[in-house]
């Protein structure tokens, strides 16, 4: 039925091109475009005042039969307008007035706390910014009701009397946005009392934190490691939760037309807090990495990761002396880092992938004892410390570096020996002379020898050949 209607419809609209133009009071300039609209479509109400001819040029024409073929048609179609008009009306006005009525119910709740205020003040300014178009809005809705009144287009009557008290409503809705404008300076100062109040409150919990901060436990030694972090950890959420009430109670203010709100020692106090946290962290992490490093079979540390350990705790030490009044932790968690570090040294040099076996006999001399390198072996850092490996660090070094000089020498010595595998002589035969040859070019095989001369040079003027 709908798409019968909107056919129907259709077929309407190309004959109210000819309708306009041959009805005396609708004719179209000559210049124009003829366009259809709504008001024309009401043009069907006149379509008995058809006269029975019409002069179009030099051409006259008569109506008679067009105006009998039309009258049924558009008359079924100025019912279905009939029809339509009224809904399209009914749901102009109910979407405006829900929105005005959303609009005077929001504004008419009291704010009763420094959230719902600044809740109120964007409503407010929603509001105004609404206007322009809540203005056009108003105006189609009356444009729909006067149409009806124009054409006699009969609807409800409960829903014009509704329509007729519209702008009683929007006036209403347009005197709560005045005045909840007039009133908001008055309610921003309460609620600025308000927030100075939650401000008083926040700084007293602060103190509370750090008091708690200031307990000696926190910077003595405790071998429950897990419990004092998990103080240290309660601390720290405690600061952050402050800090974001910190920053709400501030935001909240300047919404309000005040100033920022700042909690005194908040700051200091977070720095505080994440010191003391950071330092059983610390504690805890570099504990169980060095006794992870002392269990670990010798060949099997990874040399590079320990040294990133070393170097963060280093620094994460460095930053708790700065920040962090004396206690009796750091400087043996200090000691401990530079020990390592001391250790690390000799191990990496050992580590070294370039030592040969001449290079170990020489560790072992040196030393007094072998370093067992089969896959077997138990060796770890605790072996090579009571092999006194840190009082002969300086020579491990001097045999590491020159293993490494060695082995760069070595793959000089291999790329000369590679150039001369893929090095070909050409050979040619001499004259007619048979069985008898000589050397054809041999530009490329003298450079190649040039190129060794210098490299061999270079490997011979090493103070490192005679290893």
Same mark, same amino acid.
């Not at 006259?60 to 039969?65: C, I, M, Q, S, V």
């Not at 609807?155 to 014009?160: F, L």
């Not at 003595?220 to 429950?224: A, G």
């Not at 909240?252 to 100033?259: I, K, L, R, T, Y």
């Given at each position: 039925a709908t798409l019968a209607r +909107?056919? +129907?419809? !259709? *077929? +309407?609209?190309q004959c109210l091109l000819v309708i306009k133009q041959l009805l005396p009071f609708a004719a179209v300039p000559? #210049? #124009?475009s003829p366009r259809i609209q709504v008001s024309d479509i009401l043009l069907l109400f006149? !379509? =008995?005042? !058809? /006269? =029975?001819d019409r002069s179009v040029g030099v051409l /006259?024409? &008569? !109506?008679?039969?067009l105006k009998t073929a039309l009258h049924p048609f558009p008359q079924h179609c100025l019912s279905e307008l009939h029809s339509l008009l009224p809904r399209l009306a009914a749901d102009a006005y109910n979407s405006f007035m829900n929105k005005v009525s959303d609009y005077r119910e929001r504004l008419g709740h009291q704010p009763s706390s420094p959230e719902e205020f600044v809740a109120h003040l964007q409503l407010v300014a929603e509001v105004e910014a609404q206007r322009p178009a809540?203005? /056009?809005q108003f105006d189609a809705v009356s444009a729909f009701y006067d149409l009806l009144d124009e054409f006699g287009v009969s609807? =409800?009557? @409960? &829903?014009?009397a509704a329509a007729r008290t519209m702008d009683v409503e929007y006036g209403a809705l347009r005197d709560a946005a005045w005045a909840a404008e007039s009133a908001k300076d008055r309610q921003a100062q309460a609620f600025l009392q308000l927030i100075e109040q939650r401000a008083t409150e926040l700084t007293a919990e602060v103190a509370k934190v750090r008091g708690a901060e200031q307990q000696d436990i926190l910077l003595? @030694?405790? @071998?429950?490691l897990t419990s004092i972090i998990a103080a240290t950890a309660e601390l720290v959420a405690q600061v952050k939760a402050h800090q974001a009430t910190a920053e709400h109670i501030s935001n909240? #203010?300047? *919404?309000?037309?005040?100033?920022p709100v700042i909690v005194a020692e908040l700051e200091q106090l977070a720095a505080d807090v994440e010191l003391k946290h950071l330092l059983w962290t610390v504690q805890q992490e570099w504990s169980t990495a060095t006794s992870a490093w002392q269990g670990t079979q010798f060949f099997e540390l990874d040399v590079l990761q320990m040294q990133d350990q070393v170097d963060k705790v280093a620094r994460q030490v460095h930053r708790l002396e700065r920040g962090l009044p004396y206690n009796e932790l750091l400087p043996k968690l200090r000691d401990s880092v530079s020990q390592w570090q001391e250790i690390l040294e000799p191990i990496a040099h050992l580590r070294n992938p370039q030592l040969r076996e001449r290079h170990w006999n020489e560790i072992a001399d040196l030393l007094g004892h072998q370093v067992d390198r089969t896959p077997e072996a138990t060796t770890n850092i605790t072996t090579l410390l009571d092999m006194q490996i840190l009082h002969h660090k300086d020579r491990i070094a001097v045999i590491s570096n020159e293993a490494t000089q060695e082995a760069a020498l070595e793959a000089l010595l291999a790329q000369v020996a590679d150039k001369w595998r893929g090095v070909e002589l050409e050979v040619k035969k001499f004259k007619e002379v048979k069985d008898v040859y000589i050397l054809g070019e041999v530009e490329d095989v003298l450079q190649v020898l040039e190129d060794s001369r210098i490299t061999m040079s270079m490997i011979q003027a090493s103070r490192y050949v005679a290893g």
């Open positions: +909107a056919f +129907a419809a !259709l *077929q +309407a609209l000559a #210049s #124009s006149h !379509l =008995p005042m !058809l /006269k =029975p /006259k024409l &008569e !109506l008679d039969r809540m203005d /056009k609807a =409800p009557a @409960e &829903e014009v003595q @030694e405790n @071998e429950d909240m #203010s300047m *919404q309000c037309g005040g100033g």
